[in-house]
């Protein structure tokens, strides 16, 4: 951009011709060029600072979160980095950090002010959400401490893809408190990853003073952080520019030799407000803020190159009318492009690349051996883990000689390695938010939950992080995980065994949710998650993992189901059955009953929770006029209220009696089998409220 190479050459100008010739040995080995380019951005980053808040008070912008008194450490551990190779996940201050890594005062306008052409997020996220594609910056969330586990996926990727990049993963200390953060240290330490944890200490968590935030001794982080043995741990000025440029190198050095992850407490102040929704002065005094004035980190560095002879004042303000210039010409360009098309808001909540509908679906008939459920999952892993090296199988005890707690991966560590099939940590969060920054990376993980009764932890990492990225990154990102949860009832599972959970997870745009009644129907739907470019949550019966009666053929290596397509199990005029999972069975032994009695009913089995396969439910009741939604999950809340509803919206004149639901009580799953089968529905259920419903 012009007005950048006009700085440039200015800062050249200035540095060789206005500043007096002086040794700067004690400047970090600095030459004057790369002295006044930190300069520079520091300037830069202060005056965008300051342009934004007067756009606030004009009203012509509406929210921003200033890096006031970051910039030193910012700047230092960028310069540090190599920029497109190296990963970084940043926090809502780093914008000094980005203008480092080589993103433009026009490009951080565009997205201040939301324009279409915000090449961040596309003006679908709030100011300071940073991100760019071309230097590896995943495009950045609103909810703290969650980029600390994405930012482990990559470095353990790129270490797995034999890359020697490091990851820069930062966050203020208020942040730290997150369990996330303690997960991410604890994953990064074990596995002696390259993961350089900045945290930028400013002492305030919004109105939260650290003492009341920090268990470490004087309230400091890496005190608080001692036991991890394999953590290098480091404490630095942050407003001083020369002593963050040096930790900051040493440290880079030392992740990217392989000795293990970093923690840099810098020790920064905080010149404004928490944001522009924010007033200090309520809750800090004078003599607080006027101590960190004297602290800013660009007035003693600039300080410090004229004492030591690398410009003088009068270069010194000249530098800073340029500055300023650029600055105010760059926000007048911004101000004047485009805002968002409102007919693109729908777009990229999942992938519009085609890649899923180029797969080949249904190419052949299940026609092998019978197989069980859980053994047609297993074969579903290897076989589509030899296709794609960039596959990896992980989560609690699945390595062998365990293979997970109900076998689904047994043989596959033994097969193709503790690389590419490894135990976590029994941390949920973990386990999804590592699988996330993997994803990021370009391979294609595929995590195990144990239970569905223990996904909550992760359910954050899931909401907003996962589902969001291609969509918040206006498709810059995608992170295709896939998330394998064993879930249900009818094992005597208890009140923590036995939960289903997709009517939870159906409430989130940009998942797609499977959940197959059988072997051959498992088998296809989780290759098709294991090749396609979305996250999938794939929900496995555990009832059904050996149950006779969910064997099938096992179908060969190509086959493919796609998402969004049910299947007819029975048919008849007289009533429609919708359900899915261990309900088709249920459902299905009720039925035969019936038919023995005369009446033919339409069993439909959805197979995927998301997409929903509303065209063959709609005919089948246009058809039948009476129609029960079925469901294993409680009654109220349960997705069968969002099949009912559907069907009442878009049949009703077709019906001949109200849409009836039948699902388990609103109460737990208790464990003895009595308890259990009062609360879950079942086939003697099933049949009763059918003959009530075939005689309305």
Known sequence: MNREHKIEFNEKEIS???????????????????????????????????????LLRQGKSFFYLSAGGHEAIQVAVASALKPGYDWAFPYYRDMTLMLTLGVKPEEIFLHMLAKADDPMTGGRQMPNHWGSKEYNVPTQSSPTGTQFLQAVGTALANRKLGIDAVTYVSSGEGTTSEGEFHEAINWASREKLPVIFVIQNNRWAISVPVEQQTAGKNSSITEMMKGYENLLRLNVDGTDFLASNAMAHSAVKYARQGKGPVLIEADVVRLFSHSSSDDQKKYRDHDDLKSDLSKDPIINFSRLLVKKGILTDLAYEEFKKEIVNHVNEAAEWALSKTDPDASTAGKFVFDESGTMERLEYEASVPSGKNIVMVDAINHALREEMEKNDKIYIFGEDVADKKGGVFSATKNLSSQFGNDRVFNAPLAEASIVGVGIGMALAGLKPCAEIQFGDYIWP???????????????????????????????????????????????????????????SNAADAKGLLKTALRIKDPVLFLEHKGLYRQSYATSPEPDSDYLLPYGKANMIAEGNDLTIVTYGAMVHESNFAI?????????????????????????????????????????????????????????????????????????????????????????????????????????
């Open 458 to 516: 992760a359910f954050m990492q899931i909401r907003d992080e996962l589902v969001m990225y291609r969509y918040r990154s206006n498709n810059l990102f995608e992170s295709p995980l896939v998330i394998r949860v064993p879930v249900g009832g009818f094992i005597h599972g208890g009140l923590y065994h036995s939960q289903n959970i997709e009517a939870f997870f159906a409430h989130m745009p940009g998942l797609y949710i499977a959940y197959p």
């Open 16 to 54: 060789k011709e206005k500043a007096p010739t002086g040794k700067i040995g004690s400047l970090g080995g600095l030459t004057k060029e790369e002295l006044m380019k930190i300069l520079r951005i520091m300037l830069l980053s202060r005056e965008i600072d300051l342009k934004i808040m007067k």
């Open 592 to 696: 035969k009953k019936l038919n023995a009695e005369g009446y033919g009913i339409d069993l439909i089995d959805i197979r995927t929770i998301f997409p929903l396969d509303e065209v063959m439910i709609f005919n089948s009741v246009k058809k039948t006029g009476k129609v029960i939604v079925i469901h294993e999950d409680s009654l109220t809340g349960g997705f069968g209220a969002e099949i009912s509803a559907r069907i009442a919206e878009h049949c009703f004149e077709y019906l001949d009696a109200p849409v009836r639901r039948l699902a388990a009580k609103d109460t737990p799953i208790p464990y003895h089998p009595n308890l259990e089968r009062a609360v879950l529905p079942n086939r003697d259920k099933i049949y009763l409220t059918l003959k009530e419903l075939l005689a309305y």
